[in-house]
């Protein structure tokens, strides 16, 4: 296990990667919002689906995933057909329009991406990539009990860091 300092430096670069979101924002078409891409995105990568399947990728409210969903539809980026196991839902897909935003997106973030780490080797890309998707699933939800440590962790702001002094600290959030 890495000490406590290091995961204490992990929290404050995760933070820091707000900047490179925004500059991934600020690509992005006004037509297409990032709630936008996300559903295009998804339903690229894993087909078509109901609208709750999607809301659960999403991880957001289904209110806020209907709100997204009608933005594409009334683009004619995905279409939503009646599912035929049950004709209360739809399923939703991806249109050829849909597939053509998507690639113009894939694009521009590969373009933005080649342009910021131009001075990146291959291998320095492959190990973020690498270690992100590790990042990932370290954090997908195995139990009930979610991501978060359990009670039984007690409270960090009275932990010593690893620091020599013995000092305590707390990591913004």
Same mark, same amino acid.
């Given at each position: 296990?890495?000490?406590?300092? @290091?995961?204490? +430096? *992990? !929290?404050? @670069? *995760? ?5 490179? #979101? ?6 992005? $078409?006004? +037509?297409? $919002? ?7 995105? *998804?339903?690229?990568?894993?087909? +078509? ?5 999607? !809301? ?12 997204? =969903? !009608?933005? =594409? ?8 057909? %009646?599912?035929?196991?049950? #004709? ?7 249109? %050829? !329009? ?34 992100? /998707? ?13 991501? /978060? $440590? ?9 932990? $010593? ?10 990591? %913004? =959030?």
């Amino acid at each position: 296990m890495a000490a406590r300092s @290091q995961y204490e +430096e *992990l !929290a404050r @670069q *995760l933070s820091a990667v707000g900047a490179v #979101k925004r500059g991934l924002a600020r690509i992005l $078409p006004a +037509e297409c $919002p990032g709630g936008s891409a996300a559903v295009l995105a *998804l339903l690229s990568r894993h087909g +078509e689906m109901r609208i709750s399947r999607l !809301a659960e990728f999403l991880a957001v409210d289904m209110s806020v995933t209907s709100r997204h =969903v !009608a933005h =594409v539809a009334e683009r004619g980026w995905i279409e939503r057909s %009646p599912d035929p196991a049950d #004709k209360r839902s739809r399923i939703l897909r991806l249109t %050829p !329009a849909g597939e053509s935003v998507l690639d113009d997106l894939n694009c521009r973030t590969t373009e933005m991406f080649a342009h910021n780490l131009q001075d990146w080797s291959d291998d320095e890309v492959g190990q973020l990539n690498t270690l992100l /998707a590790r990042l990932r699933d370290s954090f997908s939800c195995r139990s009930s009990d979610g991501c /978060a $440590p359990g009670r039984h962790s007690g409270d960090c702001r009275s932990r $010593p860091t690893d620091s020599h002094d013995g000092s305590y600290t707390r990591t %913004p =959030v």
